[in-house]
């Protein structure tokens, strides 16, 4: 009987009857913010020297040893097997959407485009926490410098003066004046607000302070005569955020 069944099962993978995506499978782990489904229907064309997470998916589909995330020649002669029994012989191993299409995957650009923008948020928050670590080291570095009106640093600096001289140090040139930095800022809500970011204070519609927002509702700040630059908690609600 298991000579019988080995038999049958032959003649309908010669036929195509019989696909190596029948068997269930583990999955590899998409990449963050997207499924397992739209992690491969995101990159439809495999070759030779590929580097993504659906390899892993392939190689765990087809059997293959080992998990890297590197498309190979091995893989690739197993897709190459499974092509030609679905009549796709020229295209000899190379991952196409026909090829996810005969897995069961099709290929979908709106989930390209959602793969493209997660990575685009992931590379912006990089980005940002990069930033605003040398943002909140420069702060810090100041720490004891006396307040003086219209003082631009780096012996002493007024409110506006210290966020403007910090973040020229980390590459981003900002306006004089608080109100000015507000209109040159995105405004991002309190529940958004990160380290690094700017905190304006509000007196009606009128921009009266400007200090770096720490976390934990703490601020780093030059804010009146008599008090040096230092990390302070948050003394006011009145306020809005804004990030460079």
């Known amino acids: 009987m298991a000579r019988l069944l080995a038999a049958v ?21 998409p990449p963050k913010g997207l499924t397992m489904k739209q992690a491969i229907q995101s990159h439809p064309t495999i070759k030779i020297g590929t580097r993504d997470k659906a390899v892993k998916h392939l190689k765990k589909r087809f059997g293959a040893p080992n998990s890297t995330a590197r498309y190979g020649k091995g893989i690739a002669r197993k897709v190459a097997r499974f092509e030609a029994r679905q009549g796709m012989r020229h295209d000899r191993g190379r991952v196409t959407p026909r090829t996810w299409r005969e897995l069961g995957v099709p290929y979908s650009k709106a ?50 003066g210290y966020p403007r001289y910090v ?16 209109g040159a800022t995105r405004w991002v809500s309190r529940s958004q607000v990160r380290p690094g970011d700017l905190v304006f204070v509000h007196s009606g519609s009128y921009v009266s302070h400007v200090a770096i927002y720490a976390g934990n509702n703490m601020w780093w700040e030059s804010s009146r005569p008599g008090k040096p630059v230092g990390k302070n908690p948050a003394w006011t609600r009145s306020v809005s955020f804004g990030r460079v």
């Open 9 to 29: 099962s032959a003649v309908a993978l010669t036929l195509g009857l019989l696909t190596v995506a029948s068997a269930p499978v583990a999955h590899a782990a």
């Open 111 to 160: 989930a390209s485009t959602a793969r493209k923008r997660a990575e685009s948020q992931g590379s912006q928050a990089s980005r940002h926490t990069s930033r605003s670590s040398a943002v909140l080291r420069e702060a810090a570095r100041h720490a004891g410098k006396p307040y003086a009106y219209g003082g631009n640093g780096p012996g002493a600096f007024d409110c506006s």
């Open 167 to 182: 973040f020229d140090k980390v590459g981003v040139n900002l306006p004089r004046t608080a109100a000015q930095q507000r």
